[in-house]
């Protein structure tokens, strides 16, 4: 690496976020269609992803929770655990860490510098130089294993270079249909892409129009299957306003009681399926070996350990301000019925979404009996506060547009009061404001 780097951080980030095509900031024009750049970048990087074991996730809704209490279970069992999410909230590090710990700024300047002229010569994207760095700095770290989430959809995505121990599909639902097909079949055929052969894969839920594609897949593949729903069910208990303890069934028969996840959510029960399979197959098939001390240790320091931010995360208590990330169909529909299920006077909405989303799917769902403050994330991609406002009257949604998210969330904790609730979202893009 260079000791003196030619840029700084600022300037190695303005260049990774305004010199490379980035769906993040500008939509569809990002999107590759071919794993061409990244096998040439792995290449020329010495084929970093060979270079230490991985868990592989894919799946429309709670990949990025799965990824994070999986990460924080494995770093409580003394694992030295890598973690690739995306998109970031505030910080481009946090899509890169090494038990809960973001890769440092000299890193990506560095390794930036190092290897721009391989950039000038692939041509690659924002999310291509972003999975490159994150194969090369755990690589580099020796993790014991790296937990890696796509980015979107499964067969076509950088990330599905990697050779893992464990492949997860969290569930199908509708999102980014214009890559990924218009039926939840065509969309499981992307996901299932990331299905390996020999190697054992975990599917968070059973869906009749997705089940005959996944599970022709993992036969075509000879690879161990398993759906979490049909091995275990996590009952909520009871929540606090920031925590959820649920009761696990493993078989039809009793198996961990009281066991205490560091966030507040119901809908979290999928997902925590989802990990505990996931970890039941890493045991018996010797991949890693975990104590049931761990198991709780890890869910019940999860934000902690993982550094998992931006679902269901209270910002304030008085008024009660709660900001999630849920941004399609089937995320909404969840934390919207949690939301309701919450004691309050009035209901505010800072709700904020992009312009390829589609709305007649998203909109619905929105509480008609909510307060609205419609807003535009502060990127290209952002739809209009004035449009969305338009096209949410024609739901019966009523509210004001505001010409930023700060300024909208200012509007609702002027008008509420403490028996009020206001809750952020719609997108990842506006929580990422305000966390």
């Known amino acids: 690496m260079t000791n003196s780097p030619k840029r700084t951080y600022k300037e190695t980030l303005d260049y990774l976020f305004y010199q490379l095509p980035m769906f993040q900031r500008i939509g569809p024009a990002a999107f590759k269609k071919d794993l061409g750049n990244i096998l040439a970048l792995s290449k020329a990087l010495d084929s970093p992803h060979l270079q230490f074991r991985s868990i592989h996730l894919a799946g429309t809704n709670g990949k990025g929770s799965t990824a994070h209490m999986l990460a924080a279970v494995l770093q409580a069992a003394g694992y030295k655990v890598g973690l690739y999410t ?35 010569q692939v ?17 580099r770290e020796e993790v014991d294993v790296a937990v890696v989430e796509t980015g979107l959809g499964g067969r076509l995505d950088s990330t599905n270079i990697l050779q893992p121990d464990l492949s997860i599909i969290t569930n199908i639902s509708f999102d980014h249909q214009q890559f990924l097909g218009n ?13 390996k052969k020999k190697t054992p894969v975990v599917i968070g839920e059973t869906q009749k129009e997705t089940y005959p594609i996944l599970a022709e897949k993992a036969k075509q593949w000879e690879a161990p299957l398993s759906f979490a729903d049909q091995e275990i069910e996590a009952r909520p208990l009871r929540t606090t306003l920031s925590s959820t303890i649920f009761e696990i069934w493993r078989k039809g028969e009793l198996w961990l009681e009281e066991l205490e996840v560091d966030v507040k959510a119901s809908y979290q029960a999928l997902n925590l ?8 197959v890493l045991q018996e098939n010797r991949l890693f070996s975990w104590e049931l001390t761990s198991l709780r240790t890890g869910l019940q320091q999860l934000r902690t350990l993982s550094h998992f931010i931006g679902r269901w995360q209270i910002l304030d208590r008085n008024p009660l301000i709660i900001a999630d990330s849920a941004h399609n169909e089937g995320g909404l529909k969840l934390t919207l019925e949690q939301l309701l299920e919450l004691p309050f006077r ?11 989303k589609e709305l007649d799917k998203v909109l ?17 991609r952002g739809l209009e506060a004035k449009l969305l406002k338009k096209t949410a009257a024609m739901e019966d949604l009523k509210g004001r547009a ?34």
Do not use: C, W
């Open 86 to 120: 995306s998109p970031h909230y505030r910080d481009f590090r946090e899509r890169i860490k090494i038990n809960g710990t973001f890769i440092s700024e000299r890193q990506v300047v560095d390794f930036v510098d190092h290897y721009e002229s391989v950039f000038e």
């Open 123 to 139: 041509k690659p994207s924002f999310f291509e130089i972003t999975v490159a760095m994150a194969f090369t700095h755990f690589a």
């Open 183 to 195: 039926t939840l079949a065509a969309i499981a055929g992307e996901k299932a892409g990331i299905i």
């Open 273 to 280: 399926q989802t990990v505990l399979q996931s970890l039941l």
């Open 346 to 356: 009035r209901l505010h909405l800072v709700f904020g979404t992009v312009r390829d």
């Open 364 to 380: 619905p769902l929105l509480p008609k009996i909510a307060t609205y403050y419609f807003a535009k994330a502060d990127v290209p």
């Open 402 to 435: 505001y010409s930023s998210v700060p300024k909208a969330l200012e509007a609702a904790r002027r008008a509420a009061t403490k028996e009020d609730v206001i809750f952020v979202g719609g997108s990842i893009f506006v929580v990422a404001e305000v966390v």
